[in-house]
């Protein structure tokens, strides 16, 4: 069993930053990738970014590239997702999401992770 807590959401300007942290816990030798996805109020979950757990390969959705950066700290049990010039469209509760079987690789679709935060709220508003 895999245990995951984010945290660092918050409200922030349109074109402003904010990093959300992921600690991850439990069986984390099972872990292949940790995946980031948010949803909007009245939308259906949206990947954003996909990390191996080893650090190294990352996946993005075309919506971020550019502006948002996943990251492991493994000696913490850490992941982050470093988000940068934020649009008021991006308000949406942002989850992290373990996958520990790495069938067909690296992806962002939701049914390849099967444990999941609690979310954070991130606010994108002038």
């Known amino acids: 069993q895999v245990q995951l807590v984010e945290s660092g959401g918050g409200s922030v300007q349109p074109g402003g930053s904010l990093r959300l942290s992921c600690v991850v816990s439990?069986?984390?030798?099972?872990?292949?990738?940790i995946g980031w996805f948010r949803q909007a109020p009245g939308k259906g979950r949206e990947g954003v970014s996909a990390?191996?757990?080893?650090?190294?390969?990352?996946v993005y959705a075309d919506s971020v590239k550019g502006r948002f950066t996943a990251s492991v700290d493994n000696a913490k049990n850490m992941v982050y997702l470093q988000m940068d010039s934020l649009k008021p469209e991006e308000t949406a509760v942002y989850y992290c999401?373990?996958?520990?079987?790495?069938?067909?690789?690296?992806?962002?679709?939701?049914?390849?992770?099967?444990?999941w935060g609690q979310g954070t709220q991130v606010t994108v508003s002038s």
């Open positions: 999401a373990a996958d520990t079987e790495g069938l067909r690789g690296l992806g962002l679709r939701s049914d390849k992770y099967s444990s």
């Open positions: 990390i191996m757990h080893s650090g190294g390969r990352t």
């Open positions: 439990g069986f984390t030798i099972n872990v292949y990738a």
